[in-house]
């Protein structure tokens, strides 16, 4: 992973949807090299927010996004979706180098990248296939390749995993809590266990204007095994949590 | 795949012989019906004749097909990435719909002659707006979240248009394409019944005035087989184009 993982500062953010104020002056910090996790009911903001983060949402909003004290700029952010949103018309490798692709710079040196990361998540066999031929996991670890292969500081993740069969999903968070490893993650999800699994912070997130609940940081390195206690014994906590914000 | 094909022909061979016993049968006069043996009979004394005007009619149809694909793919392009031609043309291009095609024949004749000229215009007035409207609205209709994708990776407009607003409005486009296949051949026939000195249409015309009922039947046949051979061909062309969608996607 490139170095120099960012913490991200929000500060006085403000954003409203016709009819709803989404956020109001909201001040949020997010960890450098962590796995922030935001947790909320469906509708509270928690996608906007990604978009917030990446700048793919700019118009209406106000307020400063700062990555390590300056202004965002360019290429620091790489974002992963529920959908794995591979283009059906490219192969495997080439939805994988899709970034490069998009960019003009697809050179064999990234091109033989991409099929080293292909090799060490056993999908090399179908690099030259359509998406189309491929599983549900299959595709999203070919998606979750193409955020790596961005090489971007800062990832985030919309619900990700949450598509998939549950033991397809254990498989992937452990890849990706692997890959990932340094980088200042923001996960989004609606699943505490994914959280607890994953997150060295914890947010829920809840009411409009939104309101970040306090830090939940659960004891030893991610990714957790699902039969660990410190796992079993926050579950119902931030169940408590999560009801309370619904 | 080859029953598939039997089938029809099956269907074919039943419809003809249902025919041929019922003028055989009623008797009726072959100037008002004249039963598929007489046809095939016409058909094949009147050989050159019909290639000669079949050929010509082909020209038009495939003229036609080609201008108007290129022109309306040209005209969808530029409203999409242009926002002001978007607002010109838009407008033009719904009113432009209101206006029956046919009606224009007579003029197209009077400013392009009796040539193919005026044939090829009708045909791509006819194709132009299915496929414009068909590829436009694919080109709009891209995920917004494959958008989203290509925005976080910075990718610069033009990539995002030829690298995934274009392939990805590709299914509407075959599909506005193969609306097109199947009416082309009506702009050029009728081109060639207002006014022309050649082609099947002009053909057809001159044996109805003469009670050649036969003849008539004979190039009519000869444009069904020539407008189902194109729109199979395009077909076929428009799934490699599309490659990557199944089979049950591709259905109209």
């Known amino acids: 992973m490139p170095p120099a993982a960012p913490d991200i500062r929000l500060e006085k953010v403000s954003f409203s949807f016709p009819g709803t104020v989404l956020f109001r002056e909201l001040d949020f910090h997010i960890r450098s090299g962590c796995w922030t996790c935001l947790l909320g009911p469906s509708g509270c903001g928690k996608s906007t927010l990604l978009r917030l983060i990446s700048g793919s949402l700019r118009q209406g909003v106000s307020g400063a996004i700062f990555f390590d004290g300056t202004p965002r700029g360019r290429g620091q952010t790489a974002w992963m979706a529920q959908k794995d949103l591979l283009l059906p018309w490219l192969s495997v490798l080439d939805n994988v180098l899709l970034g490069d692709r998009l960019r003009g710079r697809v050179t064999p040196a990234r091109r033989q990248k991409a099929r080293d990361l292909l090799q060490a998540v056993g999908l090399a066999h179908c690099a030259g296939d359509l998406p189309a031929k491929l599983s549900g996991g299959m595709r999203q670890r070919a998606a979750l390749l193409r955020t790596l292969m961005e090489e971007r500081p800062v990832i985030l993740m919309d619900e990700p995993f949450s598509a998939l069969d549950a033991i397809t999903r254990t498989r992937l968070q452990d890849l990706a809590a692997g890959m990932l490893r340094g980088a200042t993650v923001v996960l989004v999800t609606h699943d505490p266990l994914e959280a607890l699994r994953l997150g060295h912070r914890i947010h829920v997130m809840s009411g409009a204007p939104v309101k970040m609940g306090p830090a939940l940081q659960p004891p030893g390195d991610p990714p957790r095994k699902v039969d660990d206690p410190v796992v079993a014994g926050l579950h119902a906590d931030l169940l408590g949590r999560l009801t309370g914000a619904a | 795949m080859k029953r598939a094909l039997l089938r029809p022909l099956i269907v074919t061979a039943g419809l003809l012989f249902a025919w041929q016993v019922l003028v055989a049968v009623t008797g009726v006069p072959r100037y008002i019906l004249p039963g598929p043996l007489r046809i095939a009979a016409v058909f094949a004394t009147h050989w050159q004749t019909l290639a000669h005007h079949a050929g010509i009619t082909l020209v038009e149809i495939v003229l036609g097909l080609v201008l108007g694909t290129v022109l309306g793919a040209g005209c969808a392009l530029t409203m999409t990435a242009s926002r002001a031609a978007r607002r010109w043309l838009l407008p033009l291009l719904v009113m432009s719909q209101a206006v029956p ?97 050649a082609g099947l249409g002009f053909y057809m015309l001159h044996a109805n005035a003469r009670m050649q009922t036969d003849l008539m039947f004979a190039a009519l046949a000869l444009v069904v087989a020539m407008a189902l051979a194109l729109y199979f061909s395009v077909g076929r062309g428009l799934k490699k184009l599309v490659y990557w969608q199944s089979e049950e996607e591709q259905e109209l």
């Open chain 2, 101 to 197: 095609v046919f009606a224009l024949a007579p003029l197209l004749i009077l400013w392009l002659g009796y040539g193919m000229g005026s044939k090829v215009t009708m045909a791509v007035l006819i194709i132009f707006f299915p496929v414009t409207a068909a590829f436009y609205d694919g080109l709009r209709r891209t995920d917004p979240e494959w958008l989203e994708l290509a925005r976080v990776m910075d990718a610069p407009p033009r990539a995002v248009l030829t690298r995934i607003r274009l392939p990805a409005a590709l299914p509407a486009f075959a599909s506005g394409l193969r609306v097109a296949t199947a009416v082309a051949p009506i702009g050029a026939i009728v081109g060639e019944w207002v006014g022309s000195s």
